[in-house]
């Protein structure tokens, strides 16, 4: 099992989660935050926090030292200025990847966006969110580590494991999914045993739909 693993974006909704469920498999994460303050009253000594922002490459080196996987649950807040999704979603996650590369962590699960392969989509109105995640993407997939590239149907708070999971590839489908679903594949992908390099959609399943809630990514094509 990895233990060595670091949480980006650790004090949003899914990134909470994220720490929860490490906390949860007796793992202690280490999180990476602008907030040290906000971080550590979340969770006081159960969690390594760390000081560090994604638009500058040199803050994230000290939270990457020495581990062995990433986890970024990083998001925009703003269409605009400096917390944009240029500046976030792209050279926030190619921060990370290049820090990450540069600290010998062997693992990478981003979590991007359905529907990023499609410019017309109505949430490319705000920045260019969409175009600036699959950048982010891109700048994963071009690096030398493990990875996988989880893209989650818009996010809804509630609670996981209530409704079957529906994955797919190739940026063909549109749907919703549990934050808390979302997170919990997303530490699936990190515990994958074999080497992993790939990209999915997830979405919640139509009633119909038989498939079973439990992510096979040896039934997944390679990137």
């Known amino acids: 099992m990895i233990k060595k693993i670091l949480v980006a974006g650790a004090t949003g909704r899914t990134g909470r989660l994220i720490i929860e469920k490490l906390l949860h498999q007796g793992i202690k994460p280490r999180s990476l935050v602008r907030d040290l303050t906000e971080a550590q009253a979340l969770w006081g000594d159960a969690?390594?926090?760390?000081?560090?922002d994604v638009r500058d490459t040199a803050t994230l080196l000290p939270a990457a030292s020495g581990m062995d996987a990433l986890v970024s649950a990083i998001g925009a807040s703003s269409p605009v200025g400096k917390n944009c999704p240029k500046r976030v979603d792209y050279e926030g996650v190619a921060n990370l990847v290049e820090a990450a590369g540069a600290s010998g962590v062997k693992r990478f699960i981003l979590i991007s966006s359905i529907a990023v392969t499609r410019p017309d989509h109505p949430m490319n109105c705000f920045g260019n969110i969409l175009k600036w995640k699959f950048k982010g993407e891109e700048a994963l997939?071009?690096?030398?580590?493990d990875y996988g590239i989880i893209r989650p149907g818009g996010l809804k708070d509630t609670p996981g494991g209530q409704r079957q999971l529906a994955f797919s590839q190739g940026d063909k489908v549109l749907g919703m999914v549990s934050r808390s679903d979302l997170a919990e594949i997303s530490l699936q992908a990190l515990q994958y045993s074999q080497p992993l390099r790939v990209t999915f959609e997830v979405i919640e399943a139509e009633p119909e739909d038989n498939r079973q809630a439990q992510l096979e990514f040896t039934a997944l094509a390679m990137d």
Do not use: K, N, T
């Open 47 to 52: 969690v390594d926090c760390y000081p560090g």
């Open 141 to 145: 997939r071009g690096s030398s580590m």
